[in-house]
């Protein structure tokens, strides 16, 4: 069974451009869950998808956003960067059914430079 | 809030030692405690959870609610075991979880 796929692996962006990154889950998977990893600040949620609805969102303004297509493939979308929004930007997918939080399993992640 | 707090960035053992690494937290309620670990170039994964009490590559943690603790212990660490170690709770949000993580503990285990 294939792994979380995400693309593109690596990236470079100037400020103001925006970036979209796409992440396949496992397939099956209906769960799709999106974290920033940076060394300072370890890995924070930025949103959580299930069968295209958004179900949890956060700490994150409104420049990332993200949606879930049909067939559980994900993406998330960052307008006007910021040199902050450098860090490596993991996909996760679950096998859950409703509620609760299932093993999740990550993918390689997209680095994201912004200059 | 929910938090998850990793006090030591960095953990140096050698090999045949045992090893700690602490993790504490706050939830209001039943929480759902996991240890994810990377490995050097390799995937962010499982490697236990609180509800399956199982030792996993000699790793054990146990819940310690009165002291809001979740502590990774092995009593003989392995060189294979340096990695990234994440401890993570489950957060119930406007009826739906999510994964919180701690900022993460390297162990470098020495010869």
């Known amino acids: 069974k294939a792994g979380v796929t995400q693309t593109p692996r690596y990236l470079i962006k100037t400020r103001g451009q925006q970036v979209t990154l796409s992440c396949s889950p496992i397939?099956?998977?209906?769960?799709v869950s999106w974290y920033q990893q940076t060394p300072g600040q370890g890995l924070q949620f930025l949103f959580e998808?299930?069968?295209?609805?958004?179900?949890n969102k956060g700490n994150f303004p409104g420049r990332f956003s993200g949606r879930q297509f049909s067939n559980s493939r994900s993406e998330m979308n960052v307008s006007t960067l910021e040199l902050g929004d450098s860090a490596l930007y993991l996909c996760?997918?679950?096998?859950?059914?409703?509620?609760?939080?299932?093993?999740?399993?990550f993918g390689e992640g997209s680095r994201l430079t912004v200059l | 809030a929910q938090r998850v707090t990793q006090p030591e960035k960095l953990l140096s053992v050698f090999k045949g030692a045992p090893v700690e690494l602490k993790c504490n937290y706050s939830?209001?309620?039943?929480?759902?405690l996991f240890w994810y670990v990377q490995y050097s170039r390799q995937r962010l994964q499982l490697l236990l959870r609180?509800?399956s009490r199982e030792s996993i590559k000699g790793f054990t943690a146990d819940l310690n609610k009165g002291e809001t603790s979740f502590h990774l212990k092995k009593p003989f660490a392995q060189e294979e075991d340096s990695a990234m170690y994440y401890c993570?709770?489950?957060?119930?949000?406007?009826?739906?979880?999510?994964?919180?993580f701690g900022k993460g503990t390297k162990l470098t285990v020495n010869p």
């Open positions: 397939s099956g998977h209906r769960s």
């Open positions: 939830y209001s309620g039943s929480p759902e």
């Open positions: 996760a997918s679950s096998l859950e059914v409703s509620g609760g939080t299932g093993e999740l399993f």
């Open positions: 609180h509800i």
């Open positions: 993570a709770l489950t957060s119930t949000q406007g009826g739906s979880e999510k994964l919180v």
């Open positions: 998808y299930f069968s295209e609805t958004q179900r």
